[in-house]
């Protein structure tokens, strides 16, 4: 499948819906069924700092870091849709942001080693070449600059509860693997209506990037948020799941 296909895709995708995902998946949010960063802190205080985001979306996170008094704000996004919402959004709280829509793995007009944080919110794994992504990420950076993504567990998309109810083979409520770990080919996933294009990347996969960018990786957080762990009446399918394994991950480096 080309590359550019699927980035086509996508975009076709996000620019039809934009509107249905406006707001979701933001900070202090980082995932779905995930602690937030009100519980990990990994930005810290960006007073005066300098913050791209890729994938911005919406603008919610962008917000949440105007919010914070961060200095200056840059968004990207593959969708006019997403960043016409950015923009209005952004406004309406009386904030501006300087915003590029173009797919990530592009060369962009974004300075080098300019940035104090980098982060993408449930994004990064939408790219098609992430080693590329990350060696840019790595030049809008600053020496010590701080990279944040957050993306499914890529056990999200291997594990499934059985649909078989014969106690002598399999107990009720019980996942099963009903995709390889080791699978990185991309697929396509129905979505209202439409469809879209992944693939699920090993967790080595993410890390062996990062360390040949020259990231340092800080934290890796994979952990279900203590209000789903501890509940007794959200007995959903994902709740359920949360419980047993993480839904999403989180990562935090630094360029050396």
């Given at each position: 499948?080309?590359?550019?296909?699927?980035?086509q895709n996508n975009k076709t995708y996000w620019d039809a819906n934009a509107d249905l995902w406006f707001g979701t998946t933001a900070l202090p949010a980082y995932?779905?069924?995930?602690?937030?960063?009100?519980?990990?802190?990994?930005?810290?205080?960006?007073?005066?700092?300098k913050m791209l985001e890729i994938c911005c979306g919406s603008g919610h996170s962008l917000k949440y870091h105007a919010d914070r008094n961060a200095a200056e704000l840059w968004g990207v996004d593959l969708s006019h849709k997403q960043i016409e919402n950015a923009k209005a959004y952004l406004k309406e709280n009386g904030y501006?942001?300087?915003?590029?829509?173009?797919?990530?793995?592009?060369?962009?007009?974004?300075p080098t080693n300019y940035f104090d944080y980098v982060y993408s919110i449930y994004g990064i794994g939408w790219t098609t070449d992430l080693q590329g992504t990350f060696n840019k990420i790595a030049s809008y950076l600053k020496k010590d600059g701080i990279f944040i993504f957050?993306?499914?567990?890529?056990?999200?998309?291997?594990?499934?509860?059985?649909?078989?109810?014969?106690?002598?083979?399999?107990?009720?409520?019980?996942?099963?693997?009903?995709?390889?770990?080791?699978d990185e080919a991309y697929f396509t996933m129905p979505v209202d209506d439409s469809e879209i294009i992944l693939?699920?990347?090993?967790?080595?996969?993410?890390?062996?990037?990062?360390?040949?960018?020259?990231?340092?990786?800080?934290?890796?957080?994979e952990e279900t948020d203590k209000k789903t762990m501890e509940s007794v009446e959200d007995d959903s399918d994902k709740a359920k799941m949360a419980r047993m394994l993480p839904i999403s991950v989180c990562f935090k480096a630094r360029k050396l």
């Open positions: 499948m080309e590359n550019n296909n699927i980035t995932g779905v069924k995930f602690v937030t960063e009100d519980d990990l802190h990994l930005f810290g205080d960006v007073s005066g700092k501006t942001a300087k915003f590029i829509c173009a797919p990530m793995e592009s060369d962009l007009d974004i957050s993306w499914h567990h890529t056990l999200n998309y291997c594990v499934a509860w059985s649909c078989d109810q014969r106690k002598d083979i399999l107990e009720q409520n019980q996942l099963i693997f009903n995709r390889s770990y080791f693939c699920n990347r090993k967790i080595s996969t993410y890390i062996n990037a990062l360390a040949r960018t020259g990231f340092a990786i800080e934290q890796m957080i």
